[in-house]
T-cell receptor, first 113, second 114 residues
């Protein structure tokens, strides 16, 4: 099953709060899980990525938590700022291929001041 | 910082017309991709290209679509006879090489078919 299920569809967080976006997958052949940030009218920008041999990766205020047994991964944005307001997509790559990415449906995040 | 560029930013065309969307990938990258995003929906894979040939394509990428790397820097997507449902944002992406998984996306071309 080449799907990545993403939730929630939209999220409102107060400035300084924690934003959490979740993704789940079925295909155990996925071996790389990036998160992309997209502002209106722009292309997706790679934010942070993880491979399944680690359970957590942190870059600044952004953390990916990965649960291989549950086939779930999530993005945490600490100290959320109004400038973080964007659409976030999780994605997954199938191992052994040419790096085709399967995207989740996206989460529209609004951080209110 | 190197980036993927795309032209034009917006293309309006009439149904049945041919369009060519252009991309300049990051210069030392070897793998190239086209994705599309219908307004408000998720990003969908169209095609991957490596070593001057298509390496993988989706069911969306039918005979109306073709890709080409006409020279050492450009990567193009051609839609031979556009349909209304081809209206979308088209993103080009590139990746450095084997073992490097990160794909970098361009700003996109908004295609409007009337």
């Amino acid at each position: 099953q080449q799907q990545v299920k993403q939730s929630p569809q939209s999220l409102i967080v107060q400035k300084g709060g924690i934003s959490i976006i979740n993704c789940a997958y079925e295909n155990t052949a996925f071996d790389y899980f990036p998160w992309y940030q997209q502002f209106p009218g722009k292309g997706p920008a790679l934010l942070i990525a993880i491979r399944p041999d680690v359970s957590e990766k942190k870059e600044g205020r952004f953390t990916i938590s990965f649960n291989k047994s549950a086939k779930q991964f999530s993005l945490h944005i600490m100290d959320s700022q109004p400038g973080d307001s964007a659409t976030y997509f999780c994605a997954a790559r199938i191992s052994g291929g040419y790096n085709k990415l399967i995207f989740g449906a996206g989460t529209r995040l609004a951080v209110h001041p | 910082e190197p980036e993927v560029t795309q032209t034009p930013s917006h293309q309006v065309t009439q149904m049945g017309q041919e369009v060519i969307l252009r991309c300049v990938p990051i210069s030392n990258h070897l793998y190239f991709y086209w994705y599309r995003q219908i307004l408000g929906q998720k990003v969908e894979f169209l095609v991957s290209f490596y070593n001057n040939e298509i390496s993988e394509k989706s069911e969306i990428f039918d005979d109306q679509f073709s890709v080409e790397r006409p020279d050492g820097s450009n990567f193009t997507l051609k839609i031979r006879s556009t349909k209304l449902e081809d209206s979308a944002m088209y993103f080009c992406a590139s990746r450095e090489g084997t073992g490097e998984y990160e794909q970098y996306f361009g700003p996109g071309t908004r295609l409007t078919v009337t």
